[in-house]
């Protein structure tokens, strides 16, 4: 069936199933038995786009997802893989329940690409780093544990190159953040510290930098380079610089303008680099915007 534009996945779940609570309308969500034009959607909060299709497949076993393709892996060795991550899927598990993560499905595609070359499976992962679920782009994980305790110590003296690419709303400008991020700035969200009084002990340092691209209508195109790898950093200083991501759902509250409409945050790590943890050698990769990043882009070209 067709829905209107702009509700959440679940939200019409409920209005499918009347007398729903809101929890099994996203258990029914992140479970598989939600389709959108013929394809699982596991985000709730996802919003419809108009002309979209829903469908409820409550029997029989849920469809789940797919290990990643051969060609999402760009980086494979003994020590690290780099993986693209598609938007809406979590990079790691946030409960027992949630088992289609990144790294649950690089899992199994290391261990089926290493099973046909001959090379003894090792499918362990360690998690070194996550995006959000609504973030693509790439990410490392550690295949042992020296491997992970390196690697993280890069990412912890941020010694590790992190460049994203952005859709903002309005005429963003090229800054350099650098901030105290608290989980409540006062009104439930998470933000910047406004200084005043003492620094706050949950109080964590964010520093971003911000480069334009290119203008588009209503809207810019920027990179941003990040110093650390706070939760929401991007999100938080673009909008609290007075330009939201096209595409978000949180950080919006002191946006005043129209919403660009966007399938999902139009968020990507295009580029990572860090020092191989057992080589030494340096290794960077980029990785280019997936289709639904280009197609909002190309939209918004003046």
């Known amino acids: 069936m067709k829905e209107p534009a702009g509700q959440t996945l679940a939200a019409l779940v409920r209005e499918m199933l009347p007398g729903t609570s809101w929890s099994r309308a996203r258990d029914l969500c992140s479970s598989g038995r939600v389709l959108v034009n013929g394809e699982v959607e596991t985000d709730p909060a996802r919003r419809m786009a108009a002309g979209e299709g829903i469908e409820l497949r409550l029997a029989g076993p849920a469809r789940r997802q797919e290990p990643v393709p051969r060609e999402a892996i760009v980086h494979l060795d003994a020590d690290v893989v780099v993986v693209r991550k598609p938007a809406g899927l979590l990079t790691v598990p946030f409960t027992r329940d949630d088992r289609d993560t990144l790294l649950a499905l690089t899992r199994v595609a290391v261990r089926r690409l290493e099973a046909a070359k001959g090379t003894p499976p090792n499918p362990t992962l360690r998690a070194v780093q996550r995006l959000d679920k609504e973030t693509s782009g790439l990410v490392v994980f550690a295949r042992n544990v020296k491997a992970q305790r390196v690697l993280q110590e890069q990412f912890g003296e941020h010694d590790v190159t992190r460049r994203y690419l952005a859709i903002v709303h309005g005429a963003a400008k090229d ?20 200084g005043r009084g003492e620094p706050p002990a949950a109080g964590k340092q964010a520093a971003t930098h911000v480069k334009v691209e290119k203008r588009l209508a209503g809207a810019t195109l920027v ?26 759902t949180v950080y919006i509250r002191d946006w005043r303008g129209p919403l660009l409409p966007a399938p999902r945050l139009m968020l990507h790590a295009a580029v990572l680099g860090f020092v191989h943890p057992r080589s030494g050698r340096p290794l960077q990769f980029e990785d280019p915007p997936p289709p639904d990043f280009a197609a909002v882009l190309e939209r918004l070209l003046r």
Not at 175 to 194: I, K, Q
């Open 223 to 248: 990179s941003c380079e990040l110093e650390t790898g706070r939760q929401h950093q991007i999100r938080i200083h673009l909008a609290e610089a007075g330009n939201p991501l096209v595409g978000e």
């Open 175 to 194: 800054a350099s953040y650098d901030t105290l991020l608290v989980p409540d700035r006062g009104d439930g969200l998470r933000g910047s510290w406004n």
